[in-house]
């Protein structure tokens, strides 16, 4: 693992712990992990510090805050966008996390972004590029709705304390596990879990849920979901959006460029004589021309760029 993406991953665990110890409810057993955590390495206590101060100084000016944001509107909520990095990002992770257990709140991301909420009870969300999605830790319920885009979870256990997914296909339930949501066109999401279970519910099917296990994917539309196995090989293949990846293996040309273009905001349109041709490969999501140009090179395609920013991938004519 290369040295930025295991200190993205210091980090992001020094932001979970820090969140957990401020909000209090530790088990002797979530101490006795911590421990094992700080000793580890010498940079885990120094980030766990940083964050705790962080998070102390962004607590004192809560009250202000909120006495603020209230006279500008009655309801509680603050719209907050995720834009910065590095440490910037840190303290955004920070302030999100204490201002999520007061009260609802709605967190963003912009075209080729990627961020990481740690939440006080102990889960994280990683949102992809233009991701929107509303969070409230009630009392009874760990409340989430997802209007678009795509976000990793990763639940703490709390079984008096369901986490629920709204989408605009439907409802996913858990109590404490690892999964993947991601908006696709047309309203239809696709759910992939990659620990341990949860229970999915269209959302004109009010009666029915389905369970789904550890290496399952669904894809959820409002009336119905189709569920089918994920090889164990490429499983984490559908995290590759965290490390600004795209992973293709035999992948339509249209897929893999709704992908793309998803990330980037943009807008592509496949000529349907060539959407079906298949694409294979580890891809930067931040490389859309390089993209554009190797399915130029690989595929009997030719990619009209409009005055307007539309793309269009067209067959090459004899091909």
Known sequence: MARDETHERIEEEASLWAARLDGGGMTD??????ATWLAANPEHRWLLSRYRQLSAQLESEFDALVESATQARA????????????????AVVAF??????????????????????????????A???????????????????LTRGEAWFDVAPEKARPFVVETPAGV???????????????????????????????????????????????LVTTAALDVHRVEPGALQNVLAWREGQAVF???????????????????VEVDGRVADRRLGGRYSLDDFEGLLEEIERVLPVRV????????????IEGR
Do not use: M
Not at 192 to 201: D, K
Not at 249 to 267: I, K, N, Q, V
Not at 304 to 315: A, I, K, T
């Open 249 to 267: 293996e035999d992948t339509p040309l249209s897929e893999a460029l709704e992908r793309f273009a998803a990330y980037h905001g943009r807008t």
């Open 29 to 34: 057993a979530d101490r006795a992990t911590l």
């Open 75 to 90: 309801t509680a909520r603050r719209r907050w966008r995720i834009g910065a990095t590095g440490l910037a990002a840190a």
């Open 96 to 125: 999100t996390a204490i201002v999520a257990t007061r009260g609802g709140e709605e967190f963003s991301t912009g075209a080729a972004e990627r961020h990481v909420a740690a939440l006080s009870d102990g889960s994280r969300i």
């Open 127 to 145: 949102l992809n590029a233009l991701t929107e999605l509303h969070v409230d830790l009630g009392k009874a319920e760990r409340h989430v709705r």
């Open 304 to 315: 009209l760029r409009q005055p307007d920013g539309v793309v269009r991938v067209v067959p």
């Open 172 to 218: 996913v339930r858990v109590t404490g596990t690892e999964f993947n949501i991601r908006a696709r066109p047309k309203g239809a999401v696709e759910v992939t879990v990659l620990e341990g279970r949860v229970r999915v519910q269209p959302a004109a099917a009010a009666s029915s849920e389905t369970a789904l296990e550890i290496g399952q994917q669904a």
